[in-house]
């Protein structure tokens, strides 16, 4: 996969004034709304967790044909060893998985909150530039617009790479939901979150949601939920109803769960 906007790369050696100021530059290169050459319907018009490819009663041509016409959804994980970050891309298509690739790169700089690709984005460049295949949807574990500047990780590389990127965060950074979320909520719940006083944005924008994509029946334990956001060519709704789309049981979605896994396996091969 290309780098298709170089001046985006993220540079560690950057001060913190500059890597900001970077990022109110991709926020604004950005765009946070349904990319029209991206058919986002083939992923979501369809049951949570359903494979999209043509079933085998079909007939082999009829699969072959189904699966020409479906995008190639690339999941994206990190884990670290000695020092450096390893990032691990899976390509799936129609829930089948074509391609994963992995880099690393050493870490020239701390875990800054708002400044996370900068630590890990050239990991992530690295190992995108390692498929064999183009991704049509790119899904990150990381923020997207739910970031300070707008510009958060999946942002960021969506943007570097100049594709529809969304942004899956296990925790909020910033941003304000429009309900309390301290009871648990219902799976398939979604709640809004949006700009707050910490947030380079007009207030209320709606930045993305925390999206409930799993939950137990017990009142004993329950399952936190996800923050969902849209890093560069998908609308805020869209966004959250893809990662619905790609979930399958489980609380990540299946492109970043694979990510995850895959991350695991390349770092145990390291050790």
């Given at each position: ?7 985006f790369?993220p ?29 986002s ?8 967790g ?34 450096r ?18 880099a ?7 875990y ?7 630590r890990?984005?050239?990991a992530?460049?690295?190992a995108?530039?390692e ?8 899904v ?11 510009a958060?990780?999946?942002t960021?590389v969506?943007v570097?790479v ?8 296990k925790?909020?950074?910033?941003g ?6 301290e ?22 924008t709606v930045?993305g949601?925390a999206?409930q994509?799993?939950q137990?029946d017990?009142?004993?334990?329950h ?13 805020v709704?869209?966004?959250?109803d ?10 990540l ?18 050790r």
């Amino acid at each position: 996969m290309e780098v298709r906007r170089p001046e985006f790369v993220p540079d560690p050696a950057l001060s913190r004034e500059e890597m900001e100021a970077l990022q109110r530059d991709i926020a604004d290169a950005a765009t946070f709304a349904d990319d029209p050459d991206f058919d986002s319907a083939t992923l979501i018009d369809r049951e949570p967790g359903q494979s999209t490819l043509a079933d085998a009663s079909a007939g082999d041509a009829a699969a072959e044909s189904a699966s020409d016409t479906q995008h190639v959804v690339v999941g994206v994980d990190q884990a670290f060893f000695d020092d450096r970050a390893l990032s691990a891309v899976v390509a799936s298509r129609g829930g089948e998985v074509i391609d994963r690739a992995g880099a690393a790169v050493d870490v020239e700089i701390p875990y800054i909150p708002g400044l996370l690709s900068f630590r890990e984005g050239g990991a992530i460049l690295a190992a995108l530039a390692e498929l064999d295949v183009d991704p049509d949807l790119l899904v990150l574990d990381g923020s997207g617009r739910i970031h300070f500047r707008q510009a958060g990780i999946a942002t960021h590389v969506g943007v570097v790479v100049d594709c529809p990127a969304v942004g899956v965060a296990k925790s909020l950074l910033c941003g304000r939901p429009t309900r309390s979320l301290e009871d648990p909520l219902p799976e398939g719940e979604r709640v809004p979150i949006e700009a707050d006083e910490r947030v380079e944005a007009p207030a209320r924008t709606v930045l993305g949601h925390a999206y409930q994509s799993r939950q137990y029946d017990s009142p004993n334990r329950h399952v936190n939920p996800l923050y969902v956001s849209p890093g560069h060519r998908v609308g805020v709704d869209t966004a959250t109803d893809l990662v619905a789309a790609l979930c399958a049981g489980y609380k990540l979605p299946e492109p970043t769960r694979l990510a995850d896994s895959y991350a695991d396996e390349l770092k145990a091969d390291h050790r």
